[in-house]
T-cell receptor, first 115, second 109 residues
Framework: GAGVSQSPSNKVTEKGKDVELRCDPI?????LYWYRQSLGQGLEFLIY????????KSGLPSDRFSAERTGGSVSTLTIQRTQQEDSAVYLC?????????????FGSGTQLSVL | QKEVEQNSGPLSVPEGAIASLNCTYS??????FFWYRQYSGKSPELIMF????GDKEDGRFTAQLNKASQYVSLLIRDSQPSDSATYLC?????????FGAGTTVTVRA
């Protein structure tokens, strides 16, 4: 596609429910990233994919968070048993490949609200 | 702990003036540097990148990098109300892009 696509754009859920956030990167981009941005805060790194593998999961806040990527394309971030502190904007980004000069392009994000 | 530090602002400048944003980073091995602009409620948008020491100009934007001082800056010349946004400094080391908390800029008409 022309840009990074994320769905849903907004998600309101009740505490304790599971949620799934989807990211469709730019076609041909092999590297995919998930970041989280809480209100008024900077971007917090969650996880990085190169192809279908995730060499760095160090940013996932707890074992309630997991992510997968299939076919080297679409990625899903799953949050189990959501808590109110999970409320944030979840941003997905992609780049052509891994490399110091590669530029990241962001999707429009999913605003998650946990009531 | 790799850190990217920015003044949070807000930075208020009159229309037509120069806005100067600063960023320092802790990892001396960092190799590439990016400035993203983020409008309220929107996702970050890449506006500048710089890899080598010195200045890089693109339209009204100039990025400056000093690796010895671990310092990168962004100048916005002839500031316009449409430049009002939060500017995020990002530092790349290998695959990972680490972000500062951002500087909020307000351009007064």
């Amino acid at each position: 596609g022309a840009g990074v696509s994320q769905s849903p754009s907004n998600k309101v859920t009740e505490k304790g429910k599971d949620v799934e956030l989807r990211c469709d990167p730019i076609s041909g981009h092999t590297a995919l990233y998930w970041y989280r941005q809480s209100l008024g805060q900077g971007l917090e790194f969650l996880i990085y994919f190169q192809g279908n593998s995730a060499p760095d999961k160090s940013g996932l806040p707890s074992d309630r968070f997991s992510a997968e990527r299939t076919g080297g394309s679409v990625s899903t971030l799953t949050i189990q048993r959501t808590q109110q502190e999970d409320s944030a904007v979840y941003l997905c980004a992609s780049s052509k490949r891994t490399g110091t000069n590669e530029k990241l392009f962001f999707g429009s994000g999913t605003q998650l609200s946990v009531l | 702990q790799k850190e990217v530090e920015q003044n949070s602002g807000p930075l208020s400048v009159p229309e037509g003036a120069i806005a100067s944003l600063n960023c320092t980073y802790s990892d001396r091995g960092s190799q590439s540097f990016f400035w993203y602009r983020q409008y309220s409620g929107k996702s970050p948008e890449l506006i500048m990148f710089i890899y080598s020491n010195g200045d890089k100009e693109d339209g009204r934007f100039t990025a400056q990098l000093n690796k010895a001082s671990q310092y990168v800056s962004l100048l916005i010349r002839d500031s316009q109300p449409s430049d009002s946004a939060t500017y995020l400094c990002a530092v790349r080391d290998d695959y990972k892009l680490s972000f500062g908390a951002g500087t909020t800029v307000t351009v007064r008409a």
